[in-house]
């Protein structure tokens, strides 16, 4: 069973924000395959659907990107879902929009949620898919620029990552890590 939980804020305020990017991705993906994250436990949205055989759970924690990791560990636990078979899908300042990178670990670079979720989990060891959001310009503060929506010259970028985010989590379910990684990050 694998897991893939997108990074972001509850409520309708932040649905559009570049911080919640990780939702929209989500969101896309269950959309397409017409899912339902009905489920509410764990402190977060979540279904688990079968993929080609492969059991996934899609999970959107509602606990506020600053405490995501308070969501996906109560729900690693009860599945027994390994460390390794979890994929988080978040936001990331270094990279432009538009632009995807898929890692198999590493820090917080400052995140928040990934911090929480470092600390939940007792480990940077953790596959990411960070997607592009872009550096704030002028003296635009990182909080505003995370917490506002993506300007209109952004939105096709932003959509083709969004696209391009979903294809390398199906491929996941397919393919090594190591594989959607060679495929995914040269684009």
């Not at 917080?108 to 953790?126: P, S, Y």
Request: aromatic residues 10%; charged residues 30%; proline residues 4%.
């Amino acid at each position: 069973m694998k897991c893939i939980v997108g990074l972001g804020n509850p409520g309708k305020k932040y649905e559009k924000t570049r911080h919640n990017i990780g939702f929209a991705i989500i969101d896309e993906w269950a959309e397409r395959n017409n899912w339902s994250l009905s489920q509410k436990k764990f402190n977060g949205l979540y279904t688990m659907e079968r993929v080609d055989g492969e059991k996934v759970i899609l999970l959107k924690p509602q606990t506020y990107m600053n405490l995501s990791g308070e969501s996906l560990r109560p729900l690693m636990d009860f599945y027994d879902i390994n460390v390794e078979d979890v994929l988080v899908v978040y936001d990331d300042l270094d990279l432009p929009p538009g632009k995807i990178r898929l890692r198999k670990k590493g820090g917080h670079g400052g995140h928040n949620g990934i911090r929480n979720i470092i600390d939940q989990l007792g480990t940077k060891e953790f596959k990411r898919l960070r997607v592009g959001v872009g550096r704030p310009e002028g003296s635009k503060s990182v909080i505003d620029h995370v917490l506002g929506t993506f300007y209109k010259e952004e939105q096709e970028p932003v959509q083709e990552s969004i696209d391009y985010a979903v294809q390398a989590c199906e491929a996941w379910l397919k393919k090594t890590f190591n594989e959607v990684m060679n495929d995914y990050n040269m684009k």
